[in-house]
């Protein structure tokens, strides 16, 4: 099953990128499902995550893959692939993961996904 997608960060508290955003399961796999839309008057580019390390070891498998640039009000879908770098450290589980999006600077959504 798949949560619908949510809202990671409001157009409005990023000059104009909104992020919309759910995890997938995939043959195993998992994936960080996510929608940018620009919002702005102008051409967005140069689009990153940076994932700090998490209870659950997850980090990218490869490179974040989006059409650049994305013009103004043009939408752009795209799958990264995650999986645990290490052994997951077992400990108390937070209630959200934070990432921290980079657009050209850091941005900080909470992914408000209950902790299972």
């Not at 949560?3 to 998992?30: D, N, W, Y």
């Not at 700090?52 to 893959?65: H, R």
Request: charged share 15%; proline share 11%.
């Amino acid at each position: 099953m798949v949560l619908p997608k949510k809202v990671l960060l409001p157009a409005s508290a990023a000059k104009g990128l909104e992020i919309h955003g759910t995890f997938a399961r995939r043959g195993g796999k998992i994936f960080l499902e996510v929608t940018f839309t620009n919002r702005a008057l102008q051409p967005m580019s140069d689009f990153a995550f940076q994932f700090n390390t998490n209870t659950f070891g997850i980090t990218p498998v490869g490179a974040l893959q989006v059409r650049s640039p994305l013009p103004p009000n043009q939408s752009a879908d795209t799958a990264l692939q995650l999986a645990p770098a290490s052994i997951p450290t077992y400990g108390p589980v937070p209630d959200g993961i934070i990432l921290e999006l980079w657009f050209p600077e850091l941005i900080r959504a909470i992914l408000g996904y209950p902790a299972r």
